[in-house]
């Protein structure tokens, strides 16, 4: 497709919003790699990682994992060759915190931020696209507190985004097809 390359994208949205699903698609079409962090630590907790060990309770509990920790996690996988044409962040940065570690490890690299995809959708779509999911980690308490802890911790970056001029805003209430083409628009706008 027709996109340009070179792009360093974050995904932002609720649990349930449909951003790893987009962010699949979209580094696909962009040919960078979509790196969730969310995936990389279920992955650790699956390997039995010390940093899976570290984080399995957390996760089950629908909390974040600590910033500092992230920050290493983050660094590491950033640092890989396949990054340096460009990437897709899905799940991170999740706090105030990585948002500025996010920006550090970016200019040390000369780079910045192309796009801030934020996809939302109502309430209690998310929550019913979560309970449909039904991974081990998705039970309604659950899913709860990771809307109670997006809204409070993660939430408040959209502004701040924003005001870099580097939030696109998304629906995120249609179709799989039609979100990534309101996500094409955005980035090639
Ligand atoms: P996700 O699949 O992105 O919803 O992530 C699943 C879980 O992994 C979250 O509920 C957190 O416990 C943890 N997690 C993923 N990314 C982060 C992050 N950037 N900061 C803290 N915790 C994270």
């Keep these: 497709?027709?996109?340009?390359?070179?792009?360093c994208i974050v995904l932002l949205g609720p649990p349930g919003s449909g951003k790893g699903t987009q962010a699949a698609l979209l580094a696909a079409d962009l040919s960078?790699?979509?790196?969730?962090?969310?995936?990389?630590?279920?992955?650790?907790?699956?390997?039995g990682s010390e940093l899976?060990?570290?984080v399995k309770g957390v996760m089950a509990a629908g909390e974040l994992v600590?910033?500092?920790l992230m920050a290493e996690v983050v660094r590491e996988r950033?640092?890989?060759?396949?990054?340096?044409?460009?990437?897709?962040?899905?799940?991170?940065?999740?706090?105030?915190?990585?948002?500025?570690?996010?920006?550090e490890i970016?200019?040390?690299?000369?780079?910045?931020?192309?796009?801030?995809?934020?996809?939302?959708?109502?309430e209690p779509v998310l929550v019913a696209r979560a309970l449909d999911r039904r991974r081990a980690d998705d039970v309604r308490?659950?899913?709860?507190?990771?809307?109670?802890?997006?809204?409070?911790?993660?939430q408040p970056l959209v502004?701040?985004?924003?005001?870099?001029?580097?939030?696109?805003?998304?629906?995120?209430?249609?179709?799989?097809?039609?979100?990534?083409s309101s996500i094409l628009e955005a980035i090639q706008g």
């Design 32 to 47: 960078v790699p979509a790196i969730s962090t969310g995936d990389m630590l279920r992955q650790a907790v699956e390997n």
């Design 159 to 180: 502004n701040g985004y924003r005001q870099r001029g580097l939030l696109r805003e998304i629906e995120g209430n249609h179709s799989v097809q039609r979100v990534a």
């Design 52 to 54: 899976g060990g570290t």
């Design 66 to 68: 600590g910033d500092e």
């Design 1 to 7: 497709m027709a996109a340009a390359e070179n792009q």
């Design 106 to 122: 970016l200019e040390r690299r000369s780079v910045g931020l192309d796009h801030v995809l934020f996809i939302d959708a109502p």
């Design 141 to 154: 308490e659950v899913i709860e507190e990771r809307l109670r802890v997006y809204r409070a911790k993660t």
């Design 78 to 103: 950033l640092a890989m060759d396949d990054t340096q044409h460009g990437f897709l962040l899905d799940g991170y940065p999740r706090t105030a915190s990585q948002a500025l570690t996010l920006d």
